[in-house]
């Protein structure tokens, strides 16, 4: 069949192929090889300028240009190349490595630096390190953006609405009311907590040999300090350094960094599922668009499309995220190549996450606030003032105030009337008693307005 976006195997690359347009870059294989050329080309610079490998002279200035261009210039062409050699070796780690050569070999200036390409690596050196600056950069680049531009939404919602009484549902019963900006408040602060986390997170990589002891390295150079060379290379990658591993960088980090995009997706999964119910109250509208059909059938229909799509491709990110932290720190002995066929796939994860997040932000932007809908339920339900009622009567010593409150309201259809009724007969001072006659439930939100202001 074709290479047409319908006969696409995954919805990723079909259906939402321009929604994860961004991520192209960076997990797809064209991103993995153009990561794998740089710190080749890198790592041959830091030796070049390491004063004990006398056997590779520092590079000029113009020499240094010209290496790093092979990496800065690098495009699909340069992709197909490395996939022909491949054809060849069968290993695409090692094709990279000719393909660098290949480059390089027909400069004579450059031609004794042929041999120190890959010098000393195992392919995993070259790899652990190309997934760690993929994650960085989808980090910085896509993924923090896109939250971000969540939070802002809520945050915008969560002011505007901050003094608008919504009735709670705990146990999805009338509850003590709230507001709708101080719920919203409630996940911007959950979502701000794990952003934080999750933009702290160091990505470890590592370069050190065969099996994590510089074997190599220390048999053909053993006056250098491999220890503090590969530190210092590591780093300059803009990476965390682990120092102990085996042949593979053990992929804690890789973990911590999978968890923290699937607590961030576990709370937006709470928000898609909970704007879900407040459109179905009616709490919300959505703004209409023409030419679009919510049902087959039934024409009246305007479906929370975008909150369902979100808590579905949440929910394929996250199985993936779970699987990624749970498998990759697993290897057996010094290594096996189980993780390899699984790291190749962590962009489908941060690619239904980015489907998620651009239909939760579609969504968010839809949505407008239908506040006579919030006070009809907020005026059906005067038995969520049997909280301050109680409160009240249990400062000021009235007997048994839980059990007279439970009596009256549980389970039974509470008025305005009936409420001020029993307020009425209730042995308090004048100005308690008059602040209970004048409470409303729209008026008993606490400090739920400054609560939502302050986020």
């Given at each position: 069949m074709s290479t047409h976006a319908l006969t696409a195997l995954s919805p990723l690359d079909g259906r939402y192929a321009a929604k994860v347009e961004p991520l192209r870059p960076v997990f797809s294989e064209f991103g993995l090889m153009h990561r794998r050329v740089r710190v080749e080309i890198e790592w041959l610079l830091a030796l070049a300028a390491e004063p004990g490998v006398a056997e590779l002279p520092p590079f000029s200035g113009a020499q240094v240009e010209q290496l790093r261009a092979i990496a800065d210039g690098f495009g699909v062409e340069d992709g197909e190349r490395i996939k022909a050699i491949e054809a060849?070796?069968?290993?695409?780690?090692?094709?990279?490595?000719y393909f660098i050569k290949e480059r390089i070999g027909a400069d004579p200036a450059l031609a004794q630096a042929r041999e120190f390409v890959h010098f000393a690596?195992?392919?995993e050196d070259i790899n652990n390190l190309s997934y760690a600056l993929m994650l960085r950069d989808a980090r910085a680049g896509v993924l923090l953006p896109a939250i971000d531009g969540i939070v802002a939404r809520l945050r915008a919602l969560a002011r505007a609405n901050a003094a608008l009484p919504m009735l709670s549902r705990t146990h999805g019963q009338t509850a003590s009311p709230t507001t709708l900006g101080k719920e919203l408040a409630n996940v911007v602060a959950r979502l701000e907590r794990q952003r934080a986390q999750f933009a702290a997170l160091t990505v470890p990589g590592k370069i050190n040999g065969a099996v994590g002891n510089y074997n190599a390295h220390a048999v053909a150079y053993p006056e250098v300090d491999w220890q503090a060379f590969s530190r210092r290379f590591v780093e300059s990658l803009g990476l965390e350094w682990n120092a102990y591993t085996t042949q593979i960088e053990p992929h804690d980090g890789v973990a911590e960094y999978c968890d923290a995009v699937r607590r961030l997706n576990?709370?937006?999964i709470d928000l898609a599922r909970d704007v879900w119910g407040y459109i179905s109250l009616g709490y919300f509208r959505q703004a209409l668009k023409a030419g679009e059909v919510g049902s087959s059938t039934m024409p009246h229909k305007v479906n929370p499309i975008d909150f369902e799509n979100a808590e579905g491709n949440?929910?394929?990110a996250n199985a993936l995220l779970g699987h990624f932290a749970g498998k990759l720190p697993i290897s057996r002995w010094q290594r096996d190549l189980t993780d390899s066929t699984v790291l190749r796939a962590l962009g489908t994860a941060f690619g239904h996450t980015l489907v998620a997040l651009e239909s939760l932000a579609k969504g968010l932007g839809k949505l407008s606030v239908n506040?006579?809908?919030?006070?009809?339920?907020?005026?059906?339900?005067?038995e969520v003032l049997a909280e301050a009622v109680q409160t009240v009567m249990r400062r000021y010593g009235l007997p048994e105030p839980y059990e007279q409150l439970k009596a009256l309201t549980r389970g039974q259809g509470i008025t305005r009337e009936s409420m001020r009724a029993f307020i009425e007969g209730l042995q308090l001072p004048a100005e308690a008693k008059q602040r209970l006659l004048d409470l409303a439930p729209g008026g008993y939100t606490g400090l739920a307005e400054t609560l939502a202001k302050g986020i």
């Open positions: 060849t070796t069968n290993h695409d780690v090692k094709a990279v490595e690596c195992t392919s576990v709370i937006l949440l929910g394929l506040p006579e809908r919030l006070a009809a339920d907020l005026d059906a339900s005067w």
